[in-house]
């Protein structure tokens, strides 16, 4: 298995505030993404990081930011968290891009109430 | 935009049977890569398998196979002798290899149930 972990597993949080979420990867691994997954939409892309300090948005994007400081770790946070935010967040990594295959994390639940 | 649509919410099959698992997308780019994930109740994703929009030869991986129909832009999974462990979320998805966003665009997923 790849080395992907995310943190933290399950969170609860309430309207407005703002959350971090952490994807961390032993595989020296170039290229990271966020997803979103929600019933009956399947994953989507919201941001993407193509090396350190290089990032770019994906298709659901609003509301988001990331950063990538290092290799290794990749933020997603959610600045002032809303309803419509609730939902399962995966980071994947791939070495190389295109052609080559993603690997996920185990996601982490976030809940805002 | 590509979009990848899965048509079938949710199928099932008795223990050691065939099943056929429905995927299509459009694209109008000639250069990309379809997969397969399958997610269990553990929330994990797992690769399945790939196939390179190039390659007329169908992908295989043990038990699992492609019907890669490029023109149609089809991309079917077939599950051979079914096991239990193979019950699941089944995700088709789609990589561009040219420009635009990175990253994949998925389907909704088919919920696979094996009967015993």
């Known amino acids: 298995d790849a080395g992907i972990t995310q943190s933290p597993r399950h969170k609860v949080t309430e309207t407005g505030t703002p959350v971090t979420l952490r994807c961390h990867q032993t595989?020296?691994?170039?290229?990271m993404y966020w997803y979103r997954q929600d019933p009956g939409h399947g994953l989507r892309l919201i941001h993407y990081?193509?090396?350190?300090?290089?990032?770019d948005k994906g298709e659901v994007s609003d509301g988001y930011s990331v950063s990538r400081s290092k290799t290794e770790d990749f933020l997603l946070t959610l600045e002032s968290a809303t309803s419509s935010q609730t939902s399962v967040y995966f980071c994947?990594?791939?070495?190389?891009?295109?052609?080559?295959?993603?690997?996920f994390g185990p996601g982490t639940r976030l809940t805002v109430l | 935009a590509q979009t990848v649509t899965q048509s079938q919410p949710e199928m099932s099959v008795q223990e050691a049977e065939t099943v056929t698992l429905s995927c299509t997308y459009d694209?109008?780019?000639?250069?990309?890569?379809l997969f397969w994930y399958k997610q269990p109740p553990s929330r994990q994703m797992i690769l399945v398998i790939r196939?390179?929009?190039?390659?007329?030869q169908n992908a295989t991986e043990n038990r699992f196979s492609v019907n890669f129909q490029k023109a149609a832009k089809s991309f079917s999974l077939k599950i051979s002798d079914s096991q239990l462990g193979d019950a699941a979320m089944y995700f088709c998805?789609?990589?561009?290899?040219?420009?635009?966003?990175?990253?994949?665009?998925f389907g909704k997923g088919t919920h696979l149930i094996i009967q015993p």
């Open positions: 994947a990594i791939s070495e190389f891009q295109g052609a080559d295959t993603q690997y």
């Open positions: 990081s193509y090396g350190v300090k290089d990032t």
């Open positions: 998805a789609y990589r561009n290899l040219g420009g635009g966003a990175d990253g994949l665009t």
């Open positions: 196939q390179e929009a190039y390659k007329q």
């Open positions: 694209t109008s780019e000639s250069d990309y890569y």
């Open positions: 595989e020296n691994h170039r290229y």
